[in-house]
């Protein structure tokens, strides 16, 4: 078990190292910050005054060696656009964007467990094909369409919820919704053909024989063993809204750090976005390591001795 914990959190060092790497590559690609926090007709001598106290005159190699060291001791700089430092406002924006994944989680799990319970338990009736048309719509929506069509019906045309910001509970109805419809049709996919699997099973069929209810074989010891591969999908998914985020947060104004990297990106404010995208990677990696380990807690039968 150690000699697995441990190399996981190597792999996972080695793509956080990987991320930094190929983000400070783009950013440095997408032109010079200098440009846009001077006027044009900014002397060069002072452009280059401040591309020097910006670090930005080094070559990109030291600039990335300069930016790791930084970073293992907590820093990352100051923003350009915000003035403050980095840190301070990625865990400012953090929460807000933890929030909404959260419940964007719920509302995908709200609705994909049942849909693909009963869907198995009811194979081929017409709630089955409702649920399978239902993954199939979510599968082809983008978040930032379901998003737009939220705001359309329900904010402009009936007025019932707020379409942007972050000040009450309702305003996260819309932003979960949209980032939580594409998990819904894959979970239950998932869900649908792992409980297909167990419900076949011997063990199943033994206690249909001997009288246990159908319910407490179909939601006790069927679902717990088909919750495997759902505790993939909800780890993966979890870690991919938090950087699929970053679209939803632009539609519904969310003042999360998903909003703020792209305001970043636009500004050429290079300590934020690389900020910004090193966090998401390392949430990412995290999400996976906590699925890796839970494994065993769901099945005993799985364990992690190799």
Do not use: C
């Amino acid at each position: 078990m150690t000699q697995f914990v441990l190399r996981r959190v190597l792999q996972g060092l080695f793509s956080i190292l990987g991320a930094s790497l190929i983000i400070f590559v783009i950013t440095r690609l997408s032109g010079d910050p200098v440009v846009l926090m001077l006027p044009p007709e900014a002397p060069e001598a002072l452009v280059q005054q401040m591309r020097e106290r910006l670090g930005l005159h080094l070559p990109v190699w030291q600039q990335y060696l300069v930016f790791l060291g930084d970073a293992l001791t907590g820093d990352f700089g100051t923003s350009y656009r915000w003035d403050m430092p980095v840190r301070d406002l990625i865990f400012e924006r953090l929460p807000a964007t933890i929030y909404l994944a959260s419940a964007a989680l719920a509302f995908s799990l709200v609705l994909s467990i049942p849909f693909g319970v009963i869907s198995a338990v009811r194979r081929g009736s017409w709630f089955d094909r409702f649920a399978k048309t239902v993954a199939m719509l979510g599968q082809a929506m983008p978040n930032f369409w379901v998003g737009l069509l939220l705001i359309l019906v329900f904010s402009i045309h009936l007025e019932w919820m707020p379409a942007f910001g972050a000040d009450t509970p309702a305003h996260v109805i819309m932003p979960a919704i949209a980032l939580g419809w594409y998990p819904v049709a894959a979970q239950t996919r998932i869900v649908r053909s792992a409980m297909l699997d167990v419900l076949e099973s011997d063990y199943i069929r033994m206690g249909r024989s001997v009288g246990v209810p159908e319910g407490v074989l179909v939601w006790k010891y069927a679902f717990r063993n088909a919750a495997v591969p759902l505790v993939t999908m909800m780890g993966v998914y979890f870690a991919s809204m938090l950087g699929g985020a970053f679209v939803v947060e632009v539609v519904f104004a969310w003042p999360g750090l998903g909003r703020t990297v792209v305001e970043a990106l636009f500004a050429r404010d290079f300590p934020v976005v690389q900020a910004g995208v090193l966090f998401a990677a390392i949430m990412f990696v995290i999400a996976n390591l906590l699925v890796d380990l839970s494994y065993g807690l769901i099945d005993p039968r799985i364990r992690h001795d190799r």
